[in-house]
């Protein structure tokens, strides 16, 4: 009776395993304390470019002028003086009317666009009539438009309208509405559930109630963010109130600032007090509905 033949086994052994030699505790350490090293110091001049030149506002508007052409810029106030703001607000072309009017543009802009937006951007989100969808597009294009390109036409519009040098013109451009402000609350109000609707059409709810007392609830932190988009957008605006304004009665605060350094060329203790002073708001702003922003970018980005 004859067998299968069996493979024959190799001639050469096989080579025994050798374990790997574990790294050493102590070099892994060192080399993640050198990445976070590494880390924290990149952080750390970034923040210092990023910081420097409002800290450096800061402490130049709170150094006297003469201790400032002594020792120079960086040097620290000692002791630090309010003499530069109160300088401001008591000269004759001061900051009281820029103040006074930058905030009731402000006002009047944000009341505005928060109104119009949200009542756009329900329409583009929940009703339904010919032509939509075209007309949303048509609107968000005008994104891509750069705002110096419609200076001049919107000039001379408010110019044959008679309202140049007015509030009216310093408001009128912006206060129907923001294409961002629409795109973004259409598509949050887009993701209101269409059940709680529903619910409240079955009880008797318009459409003013459902957006008043369904959507916009809902929908608060981006809202919230929106207003402090608007504040910081129209506070810092520069251009359209330099061309359309001129004299001080309808100055606002970034034009009188820019005036400044004309004006008062070699003081420079007085320009950093009015910069200081144009950004101190949109600080305490930032400071005070840091969490709803938080949230409210935290919300968009899961939906």
Do not use: C
Not at 152 to 170: C, D, H, I, K, Q
Not at 191 to 205: H, K, Y
Not at 251 to 279: E, F, H, K
């Amino acid at each position: 009776m004859t067998t299968p033949d069996t493979p024959t086994e190799s001639a050469t052994p096989a080579r025994p395993h050798r374990p790997r030699r574990p790294r050493s505790t102590g070099s892994m350490q060192a080399r993640t304390l050198a990445g976070y090293a590494g880390t924290y110091v990149v952080l750390a001049v970034a923040a210092v470019l990023t910081l420097g030149p409002f800290l450096f506002s800061v402490m130049t508007a709170f150094t006297s002028s003469t201790q400032f052409a002594q020792e120079g810029p960086l040097a620290i106030p000692a002791p630090p003086v309010i003499d530069n703001i109160i300088e401001l607000f008591t000269s004759a072309d001061g900051f009281v009317t820029p103040v006074a009017v930058t905030v009731q543009m402000v006002a009047v802009i944000l009341v505005g666009q928060m109104v119009f937006s949200v009542l756009a951007a329900y329409a583009f989100a929940q009703l339904r009539f010919p032509g939509r969808d075209l007309l949303f597009w048509v609107y968000i294009a005008t994104l891509m438009v750069p705002q110096v390109v419609v200076v001049v036409p919107l000039y001379l519009m408010m110019s044959e309208m008679g309202l140049r040098n007015t509030f009216w013109a310093l408001i009128l451009p912006f206060v129907l509405g923001s294409p961002y402000a629409i795109f973004l609350l259409r598509e949050n109000f887009r993701g209101v559930p269409s059940e709680l609707m529903d619910a409240m059409r079955i009880n008797g709810a318009g459409t003013l109630r459902l957006l008043w007392h369904l959507v916009v609830p809902l929908n608060r932190p981006i809202i919230v963010t929106l207003v402090l988009i608007t504040v910081v957008t129209h506070w810092n605006n520069f251009m359209w109130p330099m061309v359309i304004t001129s004299g001080p009665e309808w100055r606002v605060i970034t034009v009188a600032t820019s005036a400044l350094q004309s004006q008062y060329n070699n003081n420079w203790t007085l320009v950093m007090a009015g910069t200081t002073l144009a950004m101190l708001p949109l600080v305490i702003l930032m400071i005070v509905f840091q969490k709803q922003i938080t949230s409210s970018v935290g919300d968009t980005t899961m939906r």
